[in-house]
């Protein structure tokens, strides 16, 4: 990272700066990077938001949130009363004229004290329902004009569906270039994530045998063993296949699939992610029942052993709703790589522990050339690339068991991030915060991946919103999902991995030794 006094000016603009995510991820993430001093040594934070609060009130806040959020523990003195003043709050109504004239004005004053113009980032940090209203505004006051110095950042959701999708696409552009938008996937920032990049390309090992030759089947999963939380009014609007699968294991399944790179340019390699989207075997509305499979949790127990209620119980949820807490997909990519390999996708809430992961199962070997006594355990080479909550890569092989007898059983190798570097990773929203002042849009969603994505999904959003599921609750909490979700893999003879474990606190992961059905 470049030294502060490397980095150009820079103001923080963000919109909701008084919510939730401003004071649990970017704040915290903020400081993070200044106690690494890889923020400018001019930035300032403007924090918008329509409240009345003061200056000193908003630090306050944010104290708290830096105490509990940020990675370097609870924020010393000296270097909290060092970062504090550079946060500013003003008061604002995003539909109003008037707060941006007013935005304008600190900027430039700003600047001309710093005797420096500053890159300016807007971070919309509100509800999606702001999405397509703040852009315009930040267009009609002429804050999105420079495309060099200014940038917007927008969470996800990214739309609702593909029609919603192409309207806010739409009103950025009308006011932003390409170039200026960041669509932040705070999974992308994750460093097991990137690390899938170097895995593939940095190695000769394993790319000669990433294809259909030699991989027979490859499972995504991005387990939550948490409820909705406190999202119940949100999540029962979006539910599983909208809140993670279009975005977080699209951009797995992107990057694991993905052809090999030119140069490590942002535009070649979210080209390549955006030609995996475009090979994908479309799923007709006839067959979705084959290719995708939902559930929603009901009464059951947490990893702990203590009784949760089901999803319909939950706060800002209706008791008859039927929204899917559980979505999982069959995938087929149509190319010479990856004709006739199925990927598995699952994601769900209330299962028996958090784990996100991609699995690679290669094929068996072709022929077995020791005795049936031999190899009782056989399990063919398993790859697995742990993302959180342990991050590290583990090679399941077979190998001879010591003694007389030729005896085989599985055994592993392990990578973790924890021992090898011997240094914290950086939260992921560290990660993209940072790129965004170095104007790296790697790592961020370009307009036409979020459409492919939706295009991808539309017929089983279709389905699913025609055709009511009639057996909800159909898992309980602290299980694997539902039964159906089986056949899926069944069909092939595939079966679900159980996700990587560890060996004990802190310790690497541990691949189960019976794969087996989870």
Known sequence: MKPPDQLEPTVFVIFGGAGDLTWRKLIPALFDLSQDRSLPAEFAIIAVDRIKLGDDALRRRLHDGVNQFSRFGKAKAAAWNQFAPHIQYQQGDF?????????????????????????????LATPPSMFGEIPKYLGRAGLARDREFARIVIEKPIGYDLESALALNAVLAASFAESQIFRIDHYLGKETVQNILAFRFANPLFEPIWNRRYIDYVTITVAEAVGVEHRGG????????????????????????????????????????????????????????????????????????????????????????????????????????????????????????????????????????????????????????????????????????????????????????????????????????????????????????????????????????????????????????????????????????QPAELVKPGGPPKIKTRPGSS
């Not at 008037?98 to 971070?123: D, M, N, P, V």
């Not at 609007?237 to 992107?254: E, I, S, Y």
């Open 234 to 497: 949100y999540y029962d609007q979006a539910g599983a296949l909208r809140d993670m699968v279009q975005n977080h294991l699209m951009q797995l399944f992107c990057l694991v699939a993905m052809e090999p790179m030119v140069s490590f340019d942002a535009d070649e390699i979210r080209n390549k992610k955006v030609d995996v989207l475009h090979a994908a075997r479309p799923i007709h509305r006839d067959a979705v029942a084959q290719s995708a499979v939902r559930g929603q949790y009901g009464p059951g127990l947490n990893p702990v052993g203590k009784k949760v209620p089901g999803y319909r119980e939950e706060d800002g949820v209706g008791p008859e709703s039927q929204t899917e807490t559980f979505a999982a997909l069959k995938l087929y990519i149509d190319n010479w790589r990856w004709q006739d390999v199925p990927f598995y996708l699952r994601t769900g809430k209330r299962l028996p522990r958090q784990a996100s992961e991609i699995s690679i199962q290669f094929r068996a070997v072709p022929h077995r050339s020791f005795p049936p006594e031999a190899s009782l355990g056989w399990q063919p080479s398993r790859l697995v690339l742990a993302i959180q909550p342990d991050e590290g890569i583990v090679l399941g092989f077979q190998a001879k068991y010591p003694g007389p007898k030729m005896q085989l059983r599985p055994v592993e190798m392990r990578f973790n991030y924890r021992e090898s570097f011997e240094a914290p990773s950086p939260d992921a929203y560290e990660t993209l915060l940072w790129d965004v002042m170095k104007n790296d849009a790697t790592l961020f969603m370009r307009a036409d991946q979020v459409e492919a994505a939706w295009r991808l999904l539309l017929p089983v959003l279709e389905a699913w919103s025609s055709t009511q599921p009639g057996d909800f609750p159909n898992y309980a909490a602290g299980t694997w999902g539902p039964e159906a979700v089986q056949g899926l893999l069944a069909q092939q003879e595939h079966r679900w991995p």
């Open 95 to 123: 539909k109003q004229a008037t707060t941006y004239a007013a935005l304008g004005r600190q900027c430039a004053r700003l600047e001309k004290h710093w005797s420096a113009k500053a890159h300016r980032i807007f971070y």
